[in-house]
């Protein structure tokens, strides 16, 4: 079977968020069994106003969310890429568990690593891993979503 | 293997996922797992990976969408096996 290519500047504009809820700046590596992106949180995100007051630190679902866009949007447009013509199909995340150990300031940069699990009737579970710009951990975990329609 | 046994096989695979516990005391070849047992559609492709583990078979994408209920997987599960 003949697969089609797709470039990573493809997949980040086939996404179906946008600011300020798209948390994917640059895919860096990108292939079956793996993607590699980064994200720089912006010294304006919209819940440093509220989280926490006076104190802003990055949400853990947020970044969770951010190692969902990438770990199972982006890798998941990437392996049913055949399956796509403009637009994305409708997705869900379908459960996650995720450990958090560093905090995320405003302005912090982080890269996520996503490892497919499995992709199997559509659903895809992804080990995820996300480290800050001097590479320490910053959170860990599984996350799991489903294609819903495509 | 006989029916029983791979009720009871299937039963011990479908139980993590089952929200509904009051209907998997009664489990029955009518069970059906999204509307009676309550299993999300996330946890379905769960339980065939799992069923593919215990009983060493591979399910294909036409034999997943019949596995809807107690049933049909246990006729799906029986033609693999003896394939």
Redesign the interface.
């Known amino acids: 079977m003949k697969t089609k290519k797709i470039t990573k500047e493809e997949i980040l504009n086939l996404l179906p968020y946008k600011r300020p809820f798209l948390f994917v700046d640059e895919i860096l590596t990108l292939n079956e069994e793996q993607i590699v992106a980064q994200y720089t949180f912006r010294q304006d995100e919209f819940f440093y106003e509220g989280h926490f007051v006076d104190s802003p630190i990055t949400p853990g679902v947020i970044l969770t969310e951010c190692m969902a866009q990438i770990g199972l949007a982006s890798l998941g447009l990437y392996l049913i890429r055949d399956s796509v013509k403009n637009k994305a199909p409708d997705v869900a995340m ?2 996650n568990e995720v450990n958090y150990y560093k905090l995320v300031l405003p302005g912090e940069k982080v890269v996520v690593t996503a490892i497919k699990e ?1 992709f ?4 895809l579970k992804s080990k995820v891993e996300m480290v800050n710009d001097s590479g320490t951990l910053v959170a860990k975990g599984f996350v ?3 294609v819903i329609k495509y | 293997m006989n029916q029983d046994q791979l009720l009871l096989k299937l039963k011990e695979i479908i139980t993590p996922y089952v929200q509904n516990e009051e209907a998997l005391k009664d489990l029955s070849e009518d069970t059906d797992f999204i509307k009676d047992l309550e299993i999300n559609s996330a946890n379905l492709v769960d339980v065939v990976l799992d069923v593919e583990d215990e009983f060493d078979i591979v399910i294909e994408n036409e034999d997943m969408e019949k596995m809807l209920n107690v049933k049909a997987s246990l006729a799906v599960i029986k033609e693999k096996l003896n394939a």
């Open positions: 379908t459960s499995y199997r009737f559509n659903k799991s979503g489903m």
